[in-house]
């Protein structure tokens, strides 16, 4: 769980991390039905974890709600003299797949907070249609409070009956 914020507005995220191994597919399945964004993340200096980037999208596109955001990472950019897989690659990827790319270091920490808060600002944006309803839902509360309030002094502070706003 960590908390990022993103254009003042404070967000709670939760991240689950099956380091793409085989193993945890079963249960990864189960957690692709409610997340909101994901990162699909190779080795930069491993042909192989990027070829399995394909089998990962398609398990995304299969298994995750229509909408999920998603971000592809090249990690491990520290370790340039052991690169397998070119810059080119994965951006040209996360074209074909509609995503935004991001390089990043785990160990130097390039790009980690920058690629959460893109992930972020993406579900929020997916989801602002919902937050404004949210947020006009809460403005009519604050206003219908706010008559509650300015009727009850009006009626004054006699035995008189108050309006029920039920």
Not at 14 to 26: F, K, L, P, S
Not at 41 to 59: A, L, T
Not at 141 to 160: I, V
């Amino acid at each position: 769980m960590k908390t990022i914020e993103v254009d003042g507005i404070k967000v709670r995220i939760q991240i689950w991390d099956t380091a793409g191994q085989e193993r945890y597919q079963t249960i990864t399945k189960q957690y692709y039905r409610r997340a909101q964004g994901i990162f699909l993340v190779y080795d930069i200096s491993s042909e192989r974890s990027y070829q399995h980037i394909m089998k990962w999208v398609s398990d995304v596109d299969e298994y995750a709600p229509e909408g999920v955001q998603k971000i592809l990472i090249g990690n491990k950019a520290d370790e340039e003299q052991k690169r397998q897989v070119g810059r080119e690659q994965g951006q040209q990827l996360a074209k074909e797949y509609g995503m935004d790319f991001f390089e990043t270091s785990a160990c130097t920490n390039l790009n980690i907070k920058e690629s959460f808060t893109r992930l972020t600002e993406l579900v929020l944006q997916a989801h602002k249609k919902e937050l404004d309803g949210l947020r006009a839902h809460a403005r009519e509360e604050l206003a219908l409070a706010e008559l509650e309030e300015k009727d009850s002094k009006t009626e004054g502070t006699g035995n008189s009956s108050k309006n029920c706003w039920c």
